[in-house]
């Protein structure tokens, strides 16, 4: 079974510029999460999609980052524009579903291996 | 406030030797912990899972605990070896928006380094 895929695995911008992250779930997971992770701390969760509907984006800065999944498969993060405090990991985790008949299962979430992004 | 809480913050070991990591959370209602381990540059790859009804569960040379009276959770690493060397992170679930979602509240990680 193929992993989470993530491109690109690195990335340099400069402030204000804009910046695009792609994530491919493994096939058959209903729910994809997107997290940013600076330096030193763990995962936040910035949204969650079940299929092409958003779940939770309530740590979203909405002013700034945009995030789809019109298939429900893939999905794209975008930042624009850039800000230094961006500088993180951004992480893409898939599972089989966050809700209904398999809340109660231990519903694992499986990560991509990230894209670093650095803001000069 | 639901946090997730780790110790230590890093740890440096001699290879061979074992070695446990302590994780403390206030969440409720309690779904599932989690114990991940994420090697540099890479996402993180879940260890173990725990229910509020096992007390332990093993991995290979990883152990977790887990007291929900106390709300504490402990990983056991036995005879390190050097690809141990990761940062190991507490995850704690609770059901959400009235029972419907699982989230995942996450520690800091303890780093640990593994030395020859």
């Known amino acids: 079974e193929a992993g989470v895929a993530q491109s690109p695995r690195y990335k340099i911008i400069e402030k204000r510029q804009s910046v695009a992250f792609w994530c491919n779930p493994i096939s058959g997971h209903a729910t994809l999460y997107w997290y940013q992770q600076i330096l030193g701390q763990g995962p936040k969760l910035l949204i969650q999609f079940q299929n092409n509907g958003v779940v939770d984006d309530s740590q979203l800065p909405k002013d700034r980052f945009s995030a789809e999944r019109l298939k429900g498969v893939d999905s794209t993060l975008k930042i624009q524009p850039a800000k230094l405090e961006d500088s993180a990991v951004y992480l893409c985790?898939?599972?089989?579903?966050?809700?209904?008949?398999?809340?109660?299962?231990?519903?694992?979430?499986?990560f991509g291996p990230g894209t670093r992004l650095t803001v000069l | 406030k639901n946090q997730v809480e780790q110790s230590p913050q890093s740890l440096i070991i001699l290879e061979g030797k074992n070695c446990t990591l302590q994780c403390n959370y206030t969440v409720s209602p309690f779904s599932n912990l989690r114990w991940y381990k994420q090697d540099t540059g890479r996402g993180p790859v879940s260890l173990t899972i725990m229910t509020f009804s096992e007390n332990t569960k093993s991995n290979g040379r990883y152990t977790a605990t887990l007291d929900a009276d106390t709300k504490q959770s402990s990983l056991h690493i036995t005879a390190s070896q050097l690809s141990d060397s990761a940062s190991y992170i507490c995850v704690v679930s609770y059901m959400n928006y009235g029972g419907a979602t699982n989230k995942l509240i996450f520690g800091t990680g303890t780093l640990l380094a593994v030395q020859p």
């Open positions: 985790a898939s599972s089989r579903a966050s809700s209904g008949r398999f809340l109660r299962s231990y519903n694992e979430q499986f």
